[in-house]
């Protein structure tokens, strides 16, 4: 019911965001300057009451594909970052029990043993895995922070791009749209692909206690 509920919302927060979408644009362009915007873009992310798809189209429409994707890019990676410190400091007890809950993250765990740099930046292209998983595994594991910042910063340009480019210029160019879009979907297909045959051949999984165990604590020792 919570599931349904939550869809009910985003799908009113939407619709009323087109019906409002011109006295949105003009209460942004009066009232939003680059550091009030990516603020509000890092609070978006941290406290996601809207989808942040929706948040870099409403963007891409205000101020177009560049400065829409710039914003929404330092936003997110801002509240990313400040995630993995948190948990990598002072909430790694909390953020394994969070793991814990994801059966899909065991596949990409097994995947970060191996390739840290590139598993991360697939982890935030693949739909499957929850984004904020990503951040709460990599503190947890103790990630070094510029594998994790420069994996996600590469992984997250993708899709940032394109709902940005759909907000702000899709309309008048449905072409190009479409072919975007197309090899956005054709690049997620094959990390998909790519992530499930290493979950057929890695089931190494390690737990510890009722969640997961993670090996990655170079820095404690």
Do not use: C
């Not at 809950?101 to 995947?111: A, C, D, E, H, R």
Request: glycine share 10%; charged share 15%.
């Amino acid at each position: 019911m919570n599931k349904w509920l939550l869809a009910a919302l985003y799908a009113a927060m939407l619709i009323m965001a087109f019906i409002y979408r011109n006295e949105i644009v003009d209460y942004m362009h009066q009232h939003g300057s680059f550091p009030v915007l990516v603020g509000i873009a890092t609070l978006v992310a941290l406290f996601p009451i809207v989808p942040y798809k929706l948040v870099i189209a409403a963007l891409g429409y205000s101020f177009g594909t560049v400065w829409a994707a710039a914003i929404s890019w330092l936003g997110t990676m801002i509240a990313a970052t400040l995630i993995y410190a948190l948990v990598r400091t002072v909430f790694r007890e909390q953020g394994r029990r969070y793991l814990a809950k994801f059966k899909v993250m065991q596949t990409f765990i097994s995947w970060v043993e191996s390739s840290p740099f590139l598993s991360i930046a697939a982890g935030r292209l693949i739909p499957v895995i929850p984004q904020m998983a990503v951040n709460v595994f990599a503190g947890v594991a103790s990630i070094p922070f510029w594998t994790y910042t420069a994996a996600s910063g590469i992984g997250k340009l993708p899709g940032i791009f394109l709902y940005a480019f759909l907000g702000g210029q899709g309309g008048r160019h449905p072409v190009a749209s479409i072919l975007i879009t197309a090899g956005y979907v054709l690049m997620l297909g094959a990390m998909l692909l790519i992530y499930r045959k290493h979950g057929r051949t890695r089931r190494q999984s390690r737990f510890l206690g009722s969640g997961m165990r993670f090996d990655y604590n170079k820095d404690e020792k």
